[in-house]
């Protein structure tokens, strides 16, 4: 693989040269590999195959979870998260002990592995929300509930520069990968202002729809605002808030 220079950059495939863009600029690479042919049916490339299958499963499975948690992604910007949940799926498809390589599943292996993921790897709720919390789930009747203690802004929680204000909420997506749909609930705070002196304990509560017998995942946010002549506006696009598993039942 080699970097293109030059003021004219090639996108395509000229002879035996392929000329493309990712995020480290225009790139060009020698066409090679062996014939996709052969991979599909020689009994050599069996377990190709298999991790072929199981690489393309913790895809499907990680874009139904970030379907699933959509309405609060929308304040979470990491431009990694496709990759880094897609890892973690495939980690645990590789814990399922019930299926044969190439046939595992994400529902059958060790989903409380999801616990800790951080929807935006540069900002993790706990470490900017330092504030005693309850997350709960009641994987029977679906009811979630988040209680937060009394706290001071300023003390408590780490705001990026030119915050005025912020909100905290929560939620849960109870998932079934193999049809790849979800059921999804969720609550949040309005705004909350960062000069304030004592803001009071508080619960958030919602109702999840549960899928039975299939996985739930429960989260935990934060997002920035700057107030600007009366408008409250997402601070950095994103970039500084947090969404945190901290939650996962396994039915």
Do not use: C, W
Not at 35 to 42: C, E, G, M, Q, Y
Not at 58 to 83: E, H, M, P
Not at 151 to 176: C, Q, Y
């Amino acid at each position: 693989m080699a970097k293109q220079a030059g003021i004219i950059k090639l996108k395509g495939t000229l002879g035996d040269i392929s000329f493309y863009k990712t995020r480290d600029g225009h790139m060009a690479r020698e066409k090679g590999g062996v014939d996709a042919k052969r991979i599909a049916s020689d009994p050599a490339f069996q377990r190709t195959r298999e991790n072929g299958q199981e690489f393309g499963r913790a895809g499907k499975n990680a874009k139904t979870i970030r379907t699933a948690f959509r309405l609060l992604l929308q304040n979470v910007r990491d431009r990694r998260l496709s990759s880094r949940l897609n890892t973690r799926l495939l980690a645990i498809i590789k814990t399922d002990t019930s299926n044969e390589r190439g046939l595992r599943q994400a529902e059958q292996g060790d989903m409380a592995m999801m616990k800790g993921f951080q929807f935006n790897n540069q900002a993790v709720f706990n470490k900017l929300f330092g504030v005693d919390y309850d997350f709960s789930i009641d994987d029977t009747s679906g009811d979630i509930s988040l209680d937060y203690a009394a706290f001071s802004p300023k003390i408590a929680v780490v705001a990026p520069e030119g915050s005025t204000h912020f909100n905290l909420h929560m939620g849960a997506a109870s998932l079934d990968f193999e049809s790849d749909s979800s059921n999804f609930a969720m609550a949040e705070t309005g705004l909350l202002a960062y000069n304030s002196d004592t803001l009071t304990a508080d619960t958030l509560t919602a109702n999840l729809n549960v899928l039975p017998g299939k996985p739930i995942i429960g989260v935990v946010g934060i997002s920035f605002y700057q107030e600007v002549n009366g408008t409250a506006y997402p601070l950095k696009n994103g970039s500084y808030n947090a969404l945190s598993v901290v939650e996962v039942y396994q039915i």
